[in-house]
């Protein structure tokens, strides 16, 4: 198959699905992974898509985000590894948590539901809700509605923060788009980063969920500074510039 030939398929693809994985492309054009990035970052220089690790998407204009259904095809064992510390070192019986729309959220949930941990969680996923829609579990729910955004699987919007607004919670976890040592945690959509906020200020405890991926990537909105967070939860240990500076500002980091 001829380059150009491969991008229009790679193109119909995104126009499709809006997004793709690259071994799913890999498999389906008979093609190296190599070839697959290669074309992915030619495209991206034309300005037609937006690359990601593992994958790439057509953003939007309103939200130029990873879509939720991209998102959670990746780095899904890292998720869990997050999920599993997370609900070891931070969440205890009788917590009322509020957790965000973000894919890691929803592994910790999910980890919640399974293991019957008996918290109540608050959030507007609607990953999170359908995992109570077939689950017989001690985890209690209270869902969070709103304007349906498909990007992020989520209820967002007035109603939605007004209703956040309504409760205070034990403890916060909330993840983001990228995280920044000059300008703290940042979002790609300001509906989500709104929401973000409101998570954060009507909760006693404040946790970010982030892979490695988030440090130092780029994003258009700011949800807040660091000093706002009691804690983070990574998959694998910050290089020795974040942990300098983890250190230098007091952060609890685990992974």
Not at 203 to 232: C, M, P, W
Request: with cysteine; aromatic share 8%.
């Amino acid at each position: 198959m001829h380059k150009i030939e491969r991008q229009d398929r790679i193109m119909d693809l995104l126009y499709d699905n809006g997004s793709i994985l690259v071994s799913d492309v890999c498999e389906l054009l008979n093609c190296s992974d190599q070839t697959i990035r290669r074309d992915l970052q030619e495209l991206e220089e034309k300005g037609k898509l937006k690359r990601i690790h593992g994958g790439a998407f057509i953003p939007t204009s309103e939200d130029r985000g990873v879509p939720v259904q991209l998102r959670a095809k990746l780095i899904v064992k890292e998720k869990m590894h997050m999920a599993r510390i997370t609900a070891d070192s931070l969440i205890r019986d009788d917590d009322v948590i509020m957790l965000d729309s973000s894919t890691t959220c929803a592994s910790l949930a999910r980890h919640l539901i399974s293991k019957g941990i008996r918290v109540t969680i608050i959030s507007n996923s609607v990953s999170i809700a359908c995992e109570f829609s077939s689950a017989q579990t001690n985890t209690g729910f209270i869902c969070i509605g709103g304007r349906y955004a498909e990007r992020s699987g989520s209820f967002d919007g007035p109603e939605a923060y007004n209703a956040f607004c309504g409760y205070i919670a034990d403890k916060a976890f909330i993840s983001c788009n990228a995280l920044s040592r000059e300008h703290g945690m940042l979002d790609n959509y300001d509906s989500q980063m709104e929401i973000r906020r409101a998570i954060l200020s009507h909760s006693r405890e404040r946790y970010l969920l982030v892979d490695h991926t988030k440090f130092d990537d780029k994003a258009s909105f700011i949800i807040g500074d660091l000093s706002q967070i009691n804690g983070i939860v990574t998959d694998e240990q910050p290089d020795d510039e974040w942990m300098e500076y983890f250190d230098r500002i007091g952060m609890k980091v685990i992974w």
